[in-house]
């Protein structure tokens, strides 16, 4: 079993930043990527990106890319989101996930069936 807790979220003006961080407990040597969702009110969770867990690979989804950024510290097994420029459309509730699959492709990993464990998110909130 993997725990995921998201912390964060908040409040932010139209062009500001934020940085989501995903604390991982529990097992977390079957990890493999870890990914950033969100979810805006009356719409489909949307995948924002992830970060394979032992390569630090990074892959995001077109839209967010050159404003989000996920890192990870593997010594505190924590990942986190940089969003910086962030507009009123961001406005969502914020999931991180954790897949423990093995070799999957990131074309796959898009999508929230691979993902095997989520935290219970974190509300951002972008004002005009």
């Known amino acids: 079993q993997v725990q995921l807790v998201e912390s964060g979220g908040g409040l932010v003006q139209a062009g500001g930043s934020l940085r989501l961080s995903c604390d991982a407990s529990?097992?977390?040597?079957?990890?493999?990527?870890m990914g950033w969702f969100r979810q805006a009110p009356g719409k489909e969770r949307e995948f924002v990106g992830g970060?394979?867990?032992?390569?630090?690979?990074?892959q995001y989804a077109d839209s967010m890319k050159g404003r989000f950024t996920i890192s990870r510290d593997s010594a505190k097994n924590a990942v986190y989101l940089q969003m910086n420029n962030l507009k009123t459309e961001d406005t969502a509730l914020y999931y991180c996930?954790?897949?423990?699959?093995?070799?999957?492709?990131?074309?796959?990993?898009?999508?929230?069936?691979?993902?095997?464990?989520w935290g219970q998110g974190t509300q951002v909130t972008v004002s005009s």
């Open positions: 996930a954790a897949s423990t699959e093995t070799g999957t492709s990131w074309s796959a990993l898009k999508f929230s069936s691979r993902y095997g464990y």
């Open positions: 529990g097992r977390t040597s079957s990890i493999e990527v």
């Open positions: 970060i394979a867990w032992y390569t630090g690979n990074t």
